[in-house]
T-cell receptor
Framework: KQEVTQIPAALSVPEGENLVLNCSFT??????LQWFRQDPGKGLTSLLL?????REQTSGRLNASLDKSSGRSTLYIAASQPGDSATYLC?????????????FGKGTKLTVNP | NAGVTQTPKFQVLKTGQSMTLQCAQD?????MSWYRQDPGMGLRLIHY???????DQGEVPNGYNVSRSTTEDFPLRLLSAAPSQTSVYFC????????????????FGNGTRLTVT
């Protein structure tokens, strides 16, 4: 059974710092990995999607990497801003019993202090 | 382009009552799904659909029914609400490529916060 872990559960950094969020998964047979952002009381917003054949994806100040063999992904946020404060979740896409499935981590709550 | 719209935003039910959570998307997405999000449990898939007339169970389907009569709408029915169904419910949709392999980004609604007393 695929399990997705995100450590730490919470992270507090000063504004301007570069930071890395971690995601690990137990089964390397994945089709893709997505990083989402969730603001309080809101739904999830997809930030980056990495297909299994890719090593990384970039969008603005965000860079996500994928290492299937080690079961790890990182989300790098450059020059963090208070507006980056949110919970960040990763999810791996798999096929289970012929059905597509996303398995989510429980998230890392990021606070960027002015 | 409103994306994924969920109604209502909040709902309080008594044990045993039934209700329908509405979900509509205007992106012509084939794939639609329902998740519940609980503290310490993360997001769990309830039901999903890969097109009109096709539905399937997810990880936690008991106590919930779905139907997909149109591409746009995917309502979630609680048949007889229980306190264990107190949660935040999210509807999500995405494109469903013909090759049925490559995923596309999942688009979420803003959720329905349900309390069952």
């Amino acid at each position: 059974k695929q399990e997705v872990t995100q450590i730490p559960a919470a992270l507090s950094v000063p504004e301007g710092e570069n930071l890395v969020l971690n995601c690990s998964f137990t089964d390397s047979a994945i089709y893709n990995l997505q990083w989402f952002r969730q603001d309080p009381g809101k739904g999830l917003t997809s930030l980056l999607l990495i297909q299994s054949s890719q090593r990384e994806q970039t969008s603005g100040r965000l860079n996500a990497s994928l290492d299937k063999s080690s079961g790890r992904s990182t989300l790098y946020i450059a020059a963090s801003q208070p507006g980056d404060s949110a919970t960040y979740l990763c999810a791996v896409g798999t096929l289970q019993g012929g059905s597509e499935k996303l398995v989510f981590g429980k998230g890392t709550k990021l606070t960027v202090n002015p | 382009n409103a994306g994924v719209t969920q109604t209502p935003k909040f709902q309080v039910l008594k044990t045993g009552q039934s209700m329908t959570l509405q979900c509509a998307q205007d992106m012509n997405h084939e794939y639609m799904s329902w998740y519940r999000q609980d503290p310490g449990m993360g997001l769990r898939l309830i039901h999903y659909s890969v097109g009109a007339g096709i539905t399937d169970q997810g990880e936690v389907p008991n106590g919930y029914n779905v139907s997909r009569s149109t591409t746009e709408d995917f309502p979630l029915r609680l048949l007889s609400a229980a306190p264990s169904q107190t949660s935040v419910y999210f509807c999500a949709s995405r494109e469903f490529p013909l090759n049925r392999v490559l995923f596309s980004p999942l688009h979420f609604g803003n959720g329905t916060r349900l309390t069952v007393t």
